[in-house]
């Protein structure tokens, strides 16, 4: 429930605060005073999507903020504190729960929940379960079919409601399995072609057997083959020149490196018992002696090691990479991407080879699927249809109560191709009075029986589908007399079990109300600007005066609104 409503800065609304509370509240005014504002606000406040063309003029944002009576363990609370806001809970229960919106001039729009910013978001996630808003435009799209049905459901009750969701559930797993199995056979022979490629590539790659880093040993190899006389040849010259050999042809002196260091460390040798600061660089001669025939021995090693037959070798080798070179080009771009090629393959072949399995398991799931889904859409059919004729026959009596005494509502239920409600088209059917042919509302009923029938149907919702708060925006449009009496009679009753706030030009509606609050237009001379004020005695029967005539000075309009007043209530005061 609303306990209150303050605003600032909306529209030609200056700042105004509209004490609402239970029962039934009755906002009234002049063309042009701000009533809309209110409701614009109230939109706000439930998530709806901010004007700044809305924010009063010559003011930098618009600023509206709601306080809320919850209960302190419903689905609003739990929201709440999910979104980090917080709900104070009084002693007898219920919670108290703080919501605000600000829309600058500058477009840019916040939202706060529980005294906590949040996401504009997180008010339309609440605006469910706080308020039910009818306007023109719910009268409009209560011509539509979906509106329509939703309003059947939501009488059908929670029966109804998880059939509902089962059957969702069903159509949409069903319509899951059928496009996969359709997919599957449009791409059957696609498939197959794929598999088979698949296989004569994996047979490939598996006949040829690559290793990781294979192709990186392979180009050593072959570089150091093709170059196998150069190697030989510094080789040997390198060892000639560290240590020669007897026939080579350097002569008796055995001018080679080993050679000299043996003299070099001879020389040192004779003297070194002269000073024995010589030792150190004789023992290093001599290290070096043995580091060069440790080398010469490594060079004959390495001669002896290569292969006269190098070039035998690399013909295999330079074959070998030419094979790998191959591989890479279809299923590289690296020899590591053919290995990993070959890996996933195995799992994609698999797939591809399970195609006939799968499709003869997803053709039997899907039949299966549909049977369930045909005999859930039965099950919703026979509720609805259950359903439809206690809400027309609840809704014609509160049409006859709202000065339509011959109307008759008809609901009919065809059967049309599977949705994800169900294969249901509900069209609701006015007959004004007997002997007339039933019509759809979309095509028959003026604005007024429209205000009515929607009337009707939120009272009789009312009693399955419980609802906190309803606003009506001129659900009166199009009526008046003897009908408009009769719709502020059935919004107190409304209003015996949820809060009902209700714009209105009527006084024979605002006569029933319980809360009368009056927006008033005044001016400063250059700005107009609006206030909103809750009125009692001689002021309520003024404002219902000036509804009535235009006059709230008419002696004749004061003493209609007098009567309508005790006629509603007992007294006007």
Do not use: C
């Not at 002196?253 to 070194?272: E, F, I, K, P, Y």
């Not at 899907?366 to 026959?393: F, I, K, N, P, S």
């Amino acid at each position: 429930m609303i306990e209150e409503i303050s605003i600032r800065d909306l529209g030609v609304i200056g700042e105004a605060r509209l004490p609402l509370g239970p029962g039934f509240t009755a906002l009234t005014g002049e063309t042009g005073a701000g009533k809309t504002m209110v409701v614009t606000a109230l939109g706000l406040l439930l998530g709806e999507r901010g004007d700044s063309g809305a924010v009063r003029s010559g003011s930098s944002q618009a600023i509206v903020e709601g306080h809320w009576q919850i209960a302190s363990d419903g689905v609003v609370a739990e929201r709440v504190r999910d979104a980090g806001g917080d709900v104070d809970t009084a002693a007898d229960g219920r919670a108290h729960l703080i919501l605000g919106r600000s829309v600058g001039a500058d477009g840019r729009s916040r939202a706060t929940v529980g005294g906590r910013a949040a996401p504009v978001g997180v008010l339309g996630e609440l605006s469910p379960h706080l308020v039910v808003v009818h306007g023109q435009s719910d009268q409009i799209r209560l011509k539509s079919a979906v509106a329509q049905r939703e309003a059947l459901d939501r009488f059908a009750g929670p029966g109804l409601a998880t059939v509902l969701g089962d059957y969702q559930e069903a159509f949409q797993r069903w319509q899951s399995d059928r496009g996969e199995l359709d997919l599957l056979i449009a791409e059957r022979d696609r498939r197959a072609r794929e598999a088979e490629d698949l296989r004569l590539a994996m047979a490939e790659i598996e006949a040829a057997a690559p290793q990781r880093a294979e192709d990186v040993a392979l180009a050593e190899q072959a570089e150091r083959l093709s170059n196998l006389e150069d190697l030989r040849v510094a080789a040997t010259e390198a060892r000639e020149a560290i240590s020669a050999q007897l026939g080579d042809g350097r002569g008796a002196d055995g001018a080679d490196a080993t050679a000299l260091v043996d003299a070099a460390r001879r020389s040192l040798d004779r003297v070194v018992a002269h000073d024995t600061a010589l030792a150190p660089i004789a023992d290093q001669l001599a290290a070096a002696s043995f580091a060069l025939a440790e080398i010469s021995g490594q060079l004959s090693s390495y001669l002896g090691g290569l292969d006269a037959d190098g070039a035998r070798e690399l013909e295999a080798i330079q074959e070998r990479r030419a094979t790998l070179n191959a591989l890479i080009r279809r299923y590289g771009p690296s020899l590591d991407d053919v290995i990993d090629y070959l890996e996933s393959g195995s799992t994609r072949l698999l797939e591809l080879d399970s195609d006939a399995d799968r499709i003869e398991q997803l053709g039997a799931e899907v039949e299966a699927g549909l049977a369930r889904v045909h005999d859930l859409a039965a099950r919703l059919t026979e509720l609805r249809r259950e359903a439809a004729t206690r809400l027309q026959e609840a809704v014609s009596a509160e049409l006859q109560a709202l000065a339509m005494p011959d109307a008759r509502l008809t609901i009919e239920i065809e059967e049309r191709e599977l949705t994800l409600t169900g294969h249901d088209q509900v069209t609701i059917l006015l007959q004004p009075h007997p002997g007339a042919e039933p019509r759809p509302l979309g095509k028959g009923a003026s604005g007024g029986e429209l205000s009515r029938v929607m009337l009707a149907i939120e009272v009789v919702l009312a009693g399955s589908d419980p609802v906190p708060t309803f606003v009506f925006d001129e659900v009166d449009a199009g009526v008046g007399g003897a009908s408009a009496t009769e719709i502020g009679r059935r919004l107190a009753r409304l209003a015996e079990t949820a809060q009902v706030i209700v714009v209105t030009h009527l006084a024979q509606v605002a006569a029933y109300s319980t809360n009368h609050l009056v927006v008033e237009k005044g001016t400063d001379g250059s700005i107009t600007t609006s206030n909103v004020r809750l009125v009692h005695a001689d002021d309520r029967a003024f404002e219902m005066a000036r509804l009535l005539s235009g006059s709230p000075d008419s002696e004749h309009a004061l003493a209609h609104a007098k009567e309508l007043l005790e006629q509603a209530h007992g007294t006007w005061t």
